[in-house]
């Protein structure tokens, strides 16, 4: 049985738009077992520059709600984003339901800044730093259970990574396959070793795949566009990487899609393509 949460937020990002992207993408009612929907607040966003804490309060509040939503399911859970600082809430509560397991972080950039290191003040940038346990509690007091373990976390996809997130993932010990690596190696290489690390002695893992990894002239609708991207092909094949291994994965999230930024419907097709496998894989 599948539910699908609508993670309605882009409160940990300065650019507008992806609070919308989950219910573009929620064309599925009539397929999965449940479908819950969380919207952000109706407030004003902080996009002060020297603010290195924007929206702390109402990204902490939306994903307590979101984590407290989803600890409480039984099926398999589908989390669409939203920005991705809504993993923060979905990742967690995917680890403390099922305790021992991995994570397979696909996504352009890093997400791996603390609160130390931000330059822009942007939560999602930090939500990969934040559920390995590098950002202490200040975005996740709602959680009371272990952090995914670093040697059990994979970047895919990373091209666009700030030098000090660079040195925090170093320094933490966790696995990147780049862009570059995708290309070099193929999907199917980079994808075996990452279900090797992130699967290594747990019960499975959770996957969180940022369209942002899609280059931009293939998928334009995301709110942080990084160029020389995979292609859509390369977009699927990990898709198919991830069905071929579906009995491994214990959740899913799909997140920045944003319509404000879509050109006829590119994006929003591939997404939906995206979804739909993942689902008709873990009917």
């Not at 352009?108 to 730093?129: E, Q, Y």
Request: charged share 30%.
């Amino acid at each position: 049985m599948i539910t699908v949460v609508n993670a309605c937020s882009d409160l940990g990002v300065h650019v507008d738009g992806s609070d919308k992207g989950p219910l573009a993408l929620n064309k599925f009612e009539n397929i999965v077992d449940k479908v819950i929907t969380i919207k952000k607040e109706n407030v004003e966003k902080e996009r002060e520059k020297d603010n290195k804490k924007k929206n702390i309060k109402y990204v902490n509040k939306f994903n307590e709600e979101l984590y407290n939503a989803i600890k409480q399911e039984n099926n398999f859970v589908i989390t669409v984003g939203g920005d991705h600082s809504i993993a923060i809430g979905s990742d967690l509560a995917s680890k403390k339901k099922h305790d021992n397991i991995g994570l397979i972080w696909i996504d352009a950039h890093s997400d791996f800044h603390t609160m130390n290191s931000t330059i822009s003040g942007n939560i999602h940038g930090m939500p990969f730093a934040t559920i390995t346990g590098q950002n202490g509690i200040d975005l996740s007091y709602f959680f009371d259970g272990e952090y995914y373990k670093p040697e059990n976390v994979v970047l895919v996809g990373g091209r666009d990574i700030e030098t000090p997130e660079y040195e925090n993932l170093k320094k933490a010990g966790v696995k990147i396959f780049t862009t570059e690596d995708i290309k070099k190696l193929g999907v199917k290489q980079v994808m075996d070793e990452a279900f090797l690390i992130a699967c290594d002695e747990t019960d499975g893992l959770h996957i969180s795949y940022d369209l942002d990894v899609i280059d931009p002239s293939v998928a334009p609708g995301v709110s942080v566009k990084a160029k020389d991207g995979i292609n859509e092909k390369e977009a699927f094949e990990i898709v198919d990487e991830i069905i071929d291994k579906s009995t491994l994965l214990k959740s899913f999230d799909l997140v920045e899609y944003n319509p404000d930024n879509d050109i006829d419907n590119k994006t929003l097709n591939i997404g939906l393509k995206i979804l739909e496998r993942i689902i008709n894989a873990k009917k």
